[in-house]
């Protein structure tokens, strides 16, 4: 994208100079030693602060080692089996397979140089092989050709690394003590992206950071909004700061397309694929799991896209994504991926498999992990024609102990559905009627902290009504369900106590709304019943407290909504995928609209996420209390904030009348000048009122031109 912008500049500035481009290599054209035209390059201080290697061109080929010695009439039968273990994985290159002699006993020497098409299918076979046990005398060696003239330059003497002084970096969290409590946002658009202080008082953004060309594909903060992550090609880098953004950390993978944090920012997940040299072949995927601090790579998993295409929400080239599911809280000590008929968990403390092996689980179809306990809901589908039934369990790590099963009868469909606090989880399951000609709906809830995980069945009043949206109430009890077929379905908002009644009931249905989708405010009470896409934007704004609707409105074609981070504001986007009335608009938690900022080419809104409170429980319900005493202070300002406002726009109205003031007197001194030749086109009469006048109508008439034509007339046709 940012190529194209730069391109389209180059060639209006030749159509306005008249230049032909078509005449000009501009590959050819090269500045001056030392000039820079004042434009900075990011990789000056990568050339600055390492001393970079560059490849030699032999990436493609590896070195088999261990291999046996053998004599000149076995050499055509061990050239056959290596031929063939290796093609399995790549395709080798017309006579790259060289297997050396020693010319003075005619053997091999026990290794060989094998050449494939592309530097991926070589590694791809080092990590295949590498180990690999051809018979008990005879377990392969495989390293990577340029990895000998790495090895060539280790000293033969050790020498302690230089010890840097410590230089105290900025605090990465100084934002969070902003005097006002704003929050922070960055949006992309065109080749621009900005971070921007969220200024309601003010009614518009405050600026922050800007940078064109920041990132080549999209940014995305870290869940606690330490880091801002930016994609390149060759790899992501994380920034931080409140109002310098500072480069922290890069992280070497070419073509990266994908980046995920774990939840505790811990580790920052990349991933890519690659074209394969072999049409047949599926793309190579290579998925790096970084330690975020120091940039080294902690795991890398390498295959096929097959291998990583089972699980997941979406993601490219028929991989879901993420491949890797974190457990919930901040340690970050396990992650998990599906395979066919496994479940692997790793612990991170050495990334490998707890207890060494996966957890089989035939036919698994998804997984996921509670937000704060290390545990793991997995649903898994009917089996053996029916025989079977599907089911969703509970699964402890790192025990592996099954807390909890539900066997499930005709499951059409079955989608999983975690509370924020991991108190509830929801089962959405979607059964067959008798005939297998229709499906209907209803809910599994299971109470997680209750004792022995007791399990509620909830159906709709209208079992055959379609699910829509679902979504739990952040840090709360309650849910909403978007329902039914028509046009405009319904909103029900259920509890899952509602006294001392631990049963789940349901507090209200919102009849026929032009909603699709569900927003609960991070600190619940507050919902957003929107309708996006085919609803054209059309908004409500819902106190479930009071079961009221505080405001309706429209923001049209928006495409994204996201609450800030403390449920105060609601930014709705319009992105690029619609032409026209790109930009934002800013709206209070209760439905005000606070401000609209119009950008053409818009590509993302993201509010930057903030850590959990420090505060404890007790503390925050003491605050809640008070919160009269605790509001004074920013009543006060609030007032003067609107105080200064008022006067801001009493100055405005001012100097729109001083300059209307202005224009009229210059006007009125034109017009004062005009007098004497008004006064001579009126043939003396002084006065410019027209009342003193008669009007008269004087008719005039003009011969313009005289034309003489002669007609012949024929006999008999008088």
Avoid at 401 to 406: A, D, S, Y
Avoid at 602 to 625: C, T, V
Wanted: proline share 5%; glycine share 6%; net charge negative.
């Amino acid at each position: 994208m940012a190529d194209v912008m730069v391109m389209k500049e180059i060639e209006d500035t030749a159509l306005r100079l008249g230049v032909d481009l078509s005449t000009l290599d501009l590959d050819s054209i090269r500045l001056p030693p030392g000039e820079t035209c004042g434009i900075v390059s990011d990789d000056e201080e990568v050339y600055q602060e390492d001393n970079l290697e560059f490849e030699s061109g032999f990436g493609n080929i590896i070195v088999v080692d261990n291999l046996p010695v053998v004599p000149r009439e076995k050499f055509e039968k061990l050239e056959g089996v290596v031929r063939k273990i290796y093609s399995q994985i790549g395709v080798i290159k017309e006579d790259g397979l060289w297997m050396p002699v020693d010319p003075e006993t005619d053997k091999t020497l026990g290794y060989c140089f094998i050449e494939y098409n592309t530097p991926q299918e070589a590694e791809l076979a080092k990590e295949k092989t590498h180990g690999y046990k051809l018979d008990r005398a005879h377990i392969f060696c495989v390293s990577m050709f340029d990895d000998f003239d790495k090895f060539m330059k280790v000293p033969n003497e050790w020498a302690p690394p230089e010890t840097k002084p410590y230089a105290p970096g900025e605090n990465l969290q100084h934002w969070l003590t902003d005097a006002k409590a704003r929050d922070q946002f960055v949006i992309r658009a065109g080749s621009d992206t900005e971070v921007l202080w969220n200024d309601a008082r003010h009614l518009k953004p405050d600026p922050v950071y800007k940078r064109a060309f920041w990132t080549e594909s999209f940014v995305q903060w870290s869940p606690l909004g330490t880091y801002l992550a930016t994609v390149h090609r060759q790899g992501a880098a994380v920034w931080g700061g409140s109002s310098s953004f500072n480069r922290l950390m890069r992280y070497a993978h070419p073509q990266v397309k994908l980046i995920d944090f774990s939840p505790g920012e811990k580790y920052l997940v990349t991933y890519s694929s690659h074209e394969p040299s072999n049409p047949r072949d599926a793309n190579r995927v290579v998925i790096n799991i970084f330690d975020v601090r120091t940039g080294k790579v902690m795991r890398d998993f390498k295959g096929s896209a097959d291998d990583f295409a089972v699980g997941g929400a979406g993601g490219v080239t028929g991989v879901s994504w993420p491949v890797f599911k974190w457990s919930g809280g901040k340690d970050d000590k396990y992650f998990a991926r599906m395979g066919k008929n496994v479940l692997s968990v790793y612990e991170t403390e050495t990334f490998s498999l707890v207890d060494k092996k996966s957890l089989k689980v035939e036919n698994i179809m998804d997984f996921c992990w509670s937000p704060t306990d290390p545990i793991i809901a997995l649903f898994v589908p009917e089996m053996g024609g029916g025989n079977q039934p599907a089911r969703v369990s509970l699964i402890q790590v790192p025990s592996k102990e099954e807390l909890r099963q539900k066997n499930l009868f005709s499951v059409s469909d079955c989608k999983i559905y975690w509370q924020s606090n991991g108190d509830y989880l929801a089962v959405n399951v979607e059964r067959y009627t008798k005939t297998k000609k229709s499906t209907y709906t209803g809910f599994e809830l299971f109470r997680i902290k209750e004792r022995d995980i007791p399990i509620e069945v909830l159906e709709l009043e209208n079992k055959n009504d379609k699910i829509i949206a679902f979504a739990w109430e952040p840090k709360g009890h309650r849910f909403a369900v978007i329902h039914g077929d028509n046009p405009k379905p319904d909103v029900s908002i259920y509890s899952m106590r509602t006294g001392q009644n631990s049963r789940v009931s349901k507090l209200t249905t919102l009849k026929g709304k032009q909603a699709n989708a569900l927003f609960w405010s991070p600190a619940g009470r507050y919902i957003v019943l929107a309708g996006l896409k085919g609803f054209n934007g059309q908004l409500e704004f819902y106190n479930v407290d009071e079961l009221e609707t505080m405001a309706t409105a429209e923001h049209f074609m928006a495409t994204d909504i996201e609450w800030d981070p403390t449920g105060r504001y609601v930014a709705t986007a319009v992105t690029s995928v619609h032409e026209m009335e790109n930009g934002f608009n800013i709206w209070s938690f209760n439905g005000k609209h606070l401000y609209r900022i119009l950008k053409d080419h818009f590509f993302q809104f993201l509010w930057r996420p903030r850590p959990p409170s420090f505060l404890s429980p007790e503390k925050e319900e003491e605050i809640a209390k008070n919160l009269k005493k605790y509001s004074k202070k920013y009543e006060a300002e609030d007032q003067d904030v609107s105080l200064l406002l008022s006067e801001q726009e009493r100055e405005k109205r001012r100097m729109l009348k001083e300059d209307w003031d202005k224009w009229v007197n210059e006007w009125k001194r034109i017009h004062e000048e005009e007098s004497l030749h008004r006064q001579k086109l009126r043939d003396g009469e002084a006065s410019d009122e027209e009342e003193e006048y008669e009007a008269k109508d004087i008719e005039v008439e003009e011969v313009i031109a005289v034309t003489e034509e002669v007609l012949h007339i024929e006999y008999g046709q008088e």
